[in-house]
């Protein structure tokens, strides 16, 4: 089956810098957008950005533009969450998640329309 597993989670100072990893593993996956989403306590869970499974589009939610990019090395490698300029209001467990199914990377902003999910890495930025 198919598992995607996130890890580049921790803590760090408001300004400092993170990059995350989710790996997917499994028999013939193939993904049409990845995303990364984010819960805080108590919040609902976020869109952050998505990526085609190209790699070619990207989409972000306004809060983390200009500080966050996402990235993808090749075609079934591991995307990556680079966040430059973290705030306490980014400490959240964040999420990679996958469609199975063709969606345009900017309306990939919703969690109903991916169908994978990782168990979620936390990252704690104190201020």
């Known amino acids: 089956q198919v598992q995607l597993v996130e890890s580049g989670g921790g803590l760090v100072q408001a300004g400092g810098s993170l990059r995350l990893s989710c790996a997917a593993s499994g028999p013939s996956f193939s993904f049409y957008v990845m995303g990364w989403f984010r819960q805080a306590p108590g919040k609902e869970r976020e869109f952050v950005s998505a990526?085609?499974?190209?790699?070619?589009?990207?989409h972000y939610a306004d809060s983390v533009k200009g500080r966050f990019t996402i990235s993808k090395d090749n075609a079934k490698g591991p995307v990556y969450l680079q966040m430059n300029n973290l705030k306490a209001e980014d400490t959240a467990v964040y999420y990679c998640a996958a469609t199975a199914g063709p969606v345009p990377v900017v309306d990939a902003t919703t969690s109903t329309k991916y169908n994978y999910w990782g168990q979620g890495t936390q990252v704690t930025v104190s201020s």
């Open positions: 990526i085609s499974w190209s790699g070619s589009g990207t």
